[in-house]
């Protein structure tokens, strides 16, 4: 029985797409968890950021830094376009609306008309080779067994895994300051903040900010050991990343971290119990019908979770946004 | 249908236009780097989606080629456009995405004497995969129609051909064709967004598993007629029964639990995506990805000037208006009705007034249910049918909800027709693959502009 699975869903705790929807997560945390905002629209921050800085670096062959900046740019504008006309209105249209903003960008780049810049439905390849051209890293084939990368693979993930910590600690830093403390009570009691002279409309537009650019971050990441491709920026992504925030702790900035290593090992390890299922026929399913069983798994859990324990893992009950 | 290519071409040209002038301004400012890409890139042409189909239509008995014969294709969301054959009898048909499109020869449009395609090949059927390119749908002219046509014969297709001899193009007809599909997608948008809207009025849950609800009408027709074979009707009310039954089971089993635990709002929201996912990949575990389809008579049996209705659209729209009817009526004069838009209105209040609110919440479920069972397979014979197809339409119920106004069965179905049209018309001016961001983009402006939506009252947005 091959069960090098087992190694693989090991390597899913630092695998690039882990880092990347830890940050996107923790992105999620500063609008969701902390300051309230139901961001429905976080794989369209993803899919923006990762345009901006893939049609930048491809097309323009702009250096590596400017790229990133000019990711970081489109996640601002992307989160004034969609906080400007939401923010004043009751919360659940902001839902609605950065869920349909999120698909109007999914369904924009696809369009064959501007397949020359965008790539249409195949994306853009390649954004990697700026970010490949300073890897300090020796050629090289580094790890044992099935958990072998070569240096760009690793150089990727040392980044990633920095900038993740780097992130970590900001916001960390952020929700102990008096900012931080703001928009707790925003989440708290909207009308109390504003009693007290706080401009509650600027500070949930600085989060949104906060959220979307470091979900614009976290897909560079995502993108730069692979390609990108407008259907990974579904509504699903997006449910994705509130089933890592919950399962960790909405309310707390270790807890996306958590939440996306836990998710990614798991999902790896259904995957491959799955497949020796179904290669020993254990299970009375066909390959085709593996697939869709991990988003019927997702969505149980993101179910259990919220009845059960909202909180998630390391969340205080007292603290749980939505305490039951 | 008579052909407006030269507009609708000169359309798209001025549209390319636009784009063009667009990419040029952003490339002056992001610099000569810039610039240079975009001079590089060839001019896009409608060539550029990925999946096509390759018409050829030809006399049987000689083989030769017929121009100007102008072919109708209808497909998914909506899809709706006329193709005209060039002088090789060809014509290339670019569409925005996989699935089933039916294609009807316009038998007027032949040259007399020549014959016309046997009637159990016109209108046709063809299923284009992700990825195909120039699917064959090629149509052999026999005397009165009667012989068998030989689909996807003998010649190997050659390179398609987009047709340009639109002699006698007629813009209105296609604007009166996008209409109609429009008012009838509406029609059937407008049953599956009346239940979120009623649910949201009496429970306050911005139910996202509602597209779930639709599927699961649709699947049930398809097992029905589809599998069983059973007759269409047998579909359509089973459909309905089990639509009710899932609405019932659903509040029974998890919606109202969780009213009683005291779940917030925002929570049951979120309960509600993960149900939608659940529910949404068990369909496709079980029915698997591919397009579903319910037979149906695809003839034409009712025409309007340039429009024409297949005997189940005009069903499915004589059903719509009875059953859009039948609520306004429940709504507006029964007792249950008033029960429920008070309830939608104060629940507090309707409670203390002796109003039995579980019950009303389930009869809305219910409600709800068969409504979107309805929706569900009327648009599995309207269009077509996958897994996901009420997933794919939830957002536009959103925006129908939202545009009509939050909470009101009236406004939902406003919503819902501006919303039928928008995603229809918009062909006209921008690429088909992008009419659900239309739709979607009026929904925000509308919320910019008048944020109860047209019908809702402003105390609502809160």
């Known amino acids: ?324 | 249908m008579k052909i407006p290519q030269a507009q609708a071409s000169r359309l798209a040209h001025r549209a390319r236009g636009a784009l063009a002038i667009l990419i040029a301004a952003a490339a002056l400012i992001l610099g000569p780097a810039a610039m240079a890409s975009a001079v590089e890139t060839p001019a896009p042409t409608p060539s550029a989606s990925p999946e096509s189909i390759e018409i050829w239509i030809r006399v049987a008995a000689d083989k030769s080629n017929v121009p100007n014969a102008s072919v109708l294709v209808t497909g998914p969301k909506g899809f709706s456009q006329t193709f005209v054959t060039g002088p090789d009898g060809k014509a290339f048909v670019g569409l925005p995405r996989a699935g089933d499109y039916t294609l009807l020869v316009d038998n007027k449009s032949l040259p007399a004497g020549k014959g016309t395609p046997p009637s159990e090949s016109n209108p046709r059927v063809v299923t284009v995969s992700p990825g195909d390119v120039e699917d064959p749908a090629y149509f052999l002219l026999v005397p009165g129609g009667t012989e068998p046509s030989v689909p996807g014969s003998t010649n190997t297709p050659g390179s398609g051909h987009h047709s340009s001899s639109g002699n006698n193009t007629d813009y209105g007809a296609l604007v009166a064709n996008l209409t109609a599909n429009g008012l009838i997608f509406g029609l059937l948008l407008a049953l599956a967004s009346i239940g979120v809207s009623l649910i949201y009025g009496t429970t306050g849950l911005s139910n996202f598993a509602h597209g779930e609800l639709v599927t699961f009408g649709a699947l049930t027709g398809y097992v029905l007629s589809g599998v069983l074979h059973l007759p269409g009707w047998i579909g359509i009310v089973g459909a309905a029964v089990a639509g009710g039954l899932m609405g019932l089971g659903q509040d029974a089993a998890l919606w109202k639990p969780l009213r009683k635990r005291g779940v917030g709002l925002i929570p049951l929201m979120i309960v509600s995506i993960g149900l939608s996912l659940v529910l949404r990949y068990l369909y496709e575990f079980i029915f698997g990805s591919d397009q579903l389809i319910i037979p149906s008579d695809s003839h034409a049996a009712f025409v309007l000037g340039p429009i024409k209705f297949t005997s189940i659209t005009l069903i499915s729209v004589i059903l719509c208006v009875v059953l859009l009817l039948l609520v306004a009526f429940i709504l507006l004069r029964t007792r249950i009705g008033k029960a429920t838009r008070a309830v939608a209105d104060n629940r507090a209040l309707a409670a203390a007034s002796g109003i039995n609110v579980e019950r009303i919440i389930r009869l809305v479920w219910v409600g709800s249910g068969v409504l979107a069972a309805l929706a569900g397979v009327l648009i599995g014979y309207y269009q077509t049918l996958r897994w996901d197809t009420g997933g794919s339409i939830l957002l536009l119920v959103f925006a129908a909800v939202t545009l009509g106004g939050f909470g009101t069965a009236f406004g939902a179905l406003v919503g819902s027709l501006v919303i039928g049209l928008v995603v229809n018309l918009s062909t006209l001016i921008i690429p088909a693959n992008v009419q659900n961001a239309a739709a979607l983009l009026i929904m925000i402006i509308i919320l910019l502009v008048r944020p109860q939506g047209i019908l809702g009252r402003r105390e609502r947005i809160g």
């Not at chain 1, 853009?124 to 890897?135: K, L, Q």
């Not at chain 1, 560079?220 to 259907?231: G, K």
Request: neutral net charge.
């Open chain 1, 1 to 324: 029985m091959d069960l090098s699975f087992l190694w693989l869903a090991l390597g899913q705790i630092i695998s690039p797409q882990t880092i990347a929807y830890a940050l996107a997560a923790l992105g999620l945390a500063v609008c969701f968890g902390f300051t309230g905002l139901i961001n429905f629209g976080q794989a369209g921050f993803m899919a923006v950021g990762g345009y901006a800085f893939a049609i930048t670096s491809v097309h323009f062959h702009w250096a590596f830094g400017w790229s990133v900046l000019a990711s970081i740019a489109g996640a601002v504008i992307f989160a004034f376009i969609l906080g400007i006309p939401t923010l004043r209105l009751r919360a659940d249209y902001l839902a609605i609306v950065t869920i349909a903003a999120a698909e109007i960008v999914r369904y924009t780049v696809k369009t064959p008309n501007i397949a020359p810049v965008t790539g249409g439905t195949d994306g853009i390849n390649g954004s990697s080779h700026a970010f490949d051209a300073f890897n300090p890293i020796p050629v090289g084939r580094y790890g044992f067994g099935v958990l072998t990368y070569d240096q760009d693979d690793l150089w990727i993930i040392l980044v990633g895994i920095a900038v993740t910590a780097v992130a970590a600690l900001f916001v960390w830093q952020l929700m102990r300051s008096p900012w931080g403390r703001i928009v707790k009570g925003i989440r708290e009691d909207e009308d109390a903040v504003r009693a007290l002279g706080k401009n509650v409309y600027w500070y949930k537009m600085q989060a949104l900010i906060i959220g979307g650019v470091l979900a614009a971050l976290a897909n560079i990441i995502n993108i730069i050991p692979t390609s990108l491709q407008p259907d990974n920026y579904g509504t699903q992504t997006t449910f994705f990343l509130f089933t890592i925030m919950l399962l960790g702790g909405a309310t707390t900035v270790l807890g996306p971290l958590v939440g996306s290593i836990i998710f990614w090992v798991v999902l790896s390890l259904a995957d491959g119990i799955l497949s020796l299922g179904v290669q020993y026929h254990w299970l009375p399913i066909t390959q085709l019908q593996q697939g869709p069983i991990r988003f019927v798994l997702v969505g149980i859990a993101l179910m259990l979770l919220i009845i059960f324990r909202p909180q998630g893992i390391l969340g205080k009950k007292r603290e749980a946004y939505f305490g039951a």
